[in-house]
Structure formats: structure tokens, C-alpha cells
């Protein structure tokens, strides 16, 4: 009966949107008016980047104040952006990913110093640097020597790529652990594995309980597990072509078993989202943990997630990442930024907040120019340019 279900949905989705000629993209104005000349500058600064669609929510002192959605979830349709719209939210699934990794630090259920191999059950090991476990904090700040170089993949078995005793060197950067930053995909989707080591549940699933749930939020690592997948956006490149359906997305199977040796392909970029819902995880992050009166992390556990982490465990490198949580200092002249971007074959993401002035910045697009300076994007700059001049300090 489910997969008829699914096949039901699959059909309804292939619809004249998505096997349509692609017309010119016309961008649509924003319903909500709020602030008029914020919508005035983001209308004109999102066709700029070649936006195909997009959604802006900002929070101030922990409440959102503000909602844009520019363009097309499915353009060929013309299906505007709505606030019912989830997105891709590319690498920023990292930064959601941790909030529930590190309610696990919490519980005691994981410790940020010790070897990862206790809870996958067998060592792992940089083949060069055999007398230097890789541990979480160690993920968690992209420190662990391991690569995506050698590639990888889920129909795989993990300790065919990571088990020491099969020396699958590609994987693996010729400097000690904890010693050098490298972004590493595949070090973050390790977080997936640990979490479902020590819960017995499967990612969505203890996502769902530890953070989604408690706050109401729909959202999923997989699309069919959206309360309405109908709903999601196409995805674009970020010279407007299409990339990807969400009936595409649908026909990747997905897989409700809990195997720790297989699911290391989640928390680092399969998170969908939307986008007010994105900005009210920033609230809890931003504000002490506490949203809506829900208390997702301890005060102390979010300071030890924005605090250098160089010196803390077997971290000994500068590395520009607190516990999943980037530390920006090229966004704002006189402060920190705090959060974390995605960019993914013309998909952005971003969610940033700023604890001094109270102020979390949650944009998504589903087809954009991506590219970046100082490591942020040039189109996250324009946007949040506007929005700290109406909401900052």
C-alpha cells in the first residue's frame, strides 16, 4: 500500500511543470508588507544573481519579523515561492544536524573526545597516523584528516572506507587528526552514523524527536517524508536550467532501517526545510537554546558550539569552525557572525545569527549564483547587507 502511495504521489508530481519548456523567468513580487522598501531592495537584488526563487526570514530578539519569497518553486509552472515552500538546505543540514548531536553530548549518549570507533565498533584510524583516534569535536570542526577525495558512497559499507585494517588511503589526508582544516563532506555525514549508533533510531527519526517535533517543524532528510512533498521546490542551476524535480528526488528510495555502516550520507547536505522554520532553529541557537519557550540546548552547550574549539580535545588547528557552527568575521566589520552556508549546483543557503544585537538571517534560494568572497556568498552579502541596516546594531 505505500509504495502505491508513493508511486500515486511520484505521478501527481510529474506534472506540465517539470517537463515543460523552461520561458524566461519573471520575478514575482513579495505578498507580505512589512517592510516596503526591504521588498523593494531584495526585488532588485535577487534577479541581480539570477535567482530562480528564494525565501528571507529574519528574527529579532527571538521572534521572526520579517518574511520575503521572491520567484519560482517551479518555474516552467510559474508556481511562486510561498511560505509553505521547502527548500534544499545543502551544507546548512550540518549546523541543524548538530543541534541534535549535540543534545546527545548532553545526555552523555556521546562524548566529543572519545575515538568514534566506540560507538561504530571497530577502529578508525588515518592509515599515516595510526596512534591518533578521530573523534566528534573533531567532525564537528572539520579537523579529522578525513577526505572526500577518495570518495564515497552509501551503497557501500562505511568501514570499507574508513576500517584502518583496509587501508583505504584515499580517504584519509596525510596530517594527523586534529591538526589541519580541511572541509570535509564525508567527516560531517559521520554525524549521522554516531547519532544512529547511540539512539537506535534513524536519522529522520531521532531528528524528529529531539528538534523537529518539539517545535512543530516539518521538515525531513528525505522528501517523501514531508507532511506535503508537493510542496517542494525545483531545483536550478544558477544559469536557470533545471537540475533537479522533486518527483526525481522522490524516486530515491529511502531507506527506515538504522545502520550506523550505512547512513553517513545525511547530515551533511539532505536536510529539507522551510525557510521560517530554518529561521527559528537560528532563534534557539542565537537565543541560548530556547525557542518558542522550547529548550532545545543548555546556555553552556551553545557557547561551547560558537567558542574556538583550537586547544579544546585533540584539536590543535585554527580552524575557522566552532562545533558545526562557522565563525564568520568577514560578513560584519566589528563583530562575529555566527551559522553556517550551503551552496550546491546553484543552491544557497544560509542561516547566521548575531547574539549582540539578537539578530538571525535565514535565506534559501533554489537556483542562484553561488559564488562567494571571504567565504560568503556575494548574493548572501547583498541581502544581508539590507537586512542589517533595518535590524542591526
Given amino acids: 500500500m505505500k509504495r502505491f502511495l508513493a508511486l500515486l504521489l511520484l505521478l501527481c508530481m510529474l506534472t506540465p511543470c517539470c517537463l515543460a519548456d523552461e520561458p524566461e523567468t519573471i520575478p514575482l513580487p513579495s505578498p507580505t508588507a512589512q517592510n516596503p522598501a526591504l521588498d523593494a531592495a531584495l526585488a532588485d537584488i535577487f534577479p541581480r544573481f539570477r535567482t530562480s526563487g528564494a525565501v528571507v526570514a529574519v528574527a529579532k530578539a527571538g521572534e521572526i519579523v520579517y518574511h520575503y519569497d521572491f520567484g519560482y518553486a517551479c518555474k516552467q509552472g510559474k508556481e511562486p515561492v510561498t511560505p509553505e515552500t521547502y527548500f534544499r538546505a545543502a551544507s546548512v543540514t550540518k549546523l541543524v544536524s548538530a543541534i541534535r548531536v549535540m543534545q546527545l553530548v548532553q545526555e552523555g549518549l556521546l562524548d566529543l573526545d572519545a575515538p568514534i570507533g566506540d560507538y561504530l565498533g571497530y577502529e578508525v584510524l588515518n592509515t599515516k597516523h595510526k596512534n591518533e583516534p578521530v573523534t566528534l569535536r573533531q567532525l564537528m570542526t572539520h579537523t579529522s584528516s578525513i577526505s572526500d577525495s577518495g570518495g564515497f558512497s552509501s551503497n557501500l559499507s562505511l568501514d570499507t572506507f574508513l576500517d584502518a585494517s583496509l587501508r583505504h588511503n584515499g580517504n584519509w589526508n596525510d596530517r594527523a587528526p586534529g591538526s589541519k582544516y580541511q572541509y570535509s563532506n564525508f567527516g560531517a555525514g559521520l554525524m549521522g552514523s554516531l547519532m544512529e549508533a547511540v539512539t537506535g533510531q534513524n536519522v529522520n527519526d531521532t531528528m524528529h524527536e529531539g528538534v523537529f517535533d518539539p517545535l512543530g517543524i516539518d521538515a525531513a532528510y528525505h522528501i517523501s517524508l514531508l507532511g506535503n ?74 557557547a561551547m558550539m560558537t567558542a574556538s574549539q583550537q586547544g579544546q580535545g585533540a584539536v590543535t588547528a585554527n580552524t575557522p569552525y566552532g562545533l558545526c557552527i562557522h565563525r564568520v568575521e568577514t560578513l560584519l566589520k566589528d563583530r562575529m557572525i555566527y551559522g553556517h552556508q550551503g551552496r550546491s549546483n546553484g543552491v544557497l543557503c544560509n542561516l547566521y545569527f548575531e547574539p549582540q544585537s539578537r539578530l538571525v538571517f535565514a535565506m534559501i534560494t533554489n537556483g542562484s549564483s553561488i559564488k562567494q568572497s571571504n567565504y560568503v556568498a556575494n548574493l548572501t552579502r547583498a541581502v544581508f547587507e539590507q537586512v542589517w541596516a533595518v535590524w542591526g546594531e
Fill in 229 to 302: 512533498p508537493e510542496k517542494a521546490a525545483y531545483m536550478y542551476y544558477d544559469d536557470g536550467k533545471l537540475k533537479k524535480s522533486p518527483a526525481a528526488y522522490l524516486r530515491e528510495s529511502w531507506d527506515v532501517s538504522v545502520d550506523p555502516n550505512r547512513h553517513y550520507g545525511l547530515t551533511y547536505g539532505s536536510l529539507w526545510i522551510r525557510g521560517d522554520d530554518l529561521c527559528r532553529l537560528g532563534i534557539a541557537l542565537c537565543e541560548g537554546g530556547t525557542v518558542d519557550g522550547v529548550t532545545l540546548l543548555e546556555p553552556e552547550t551553545i
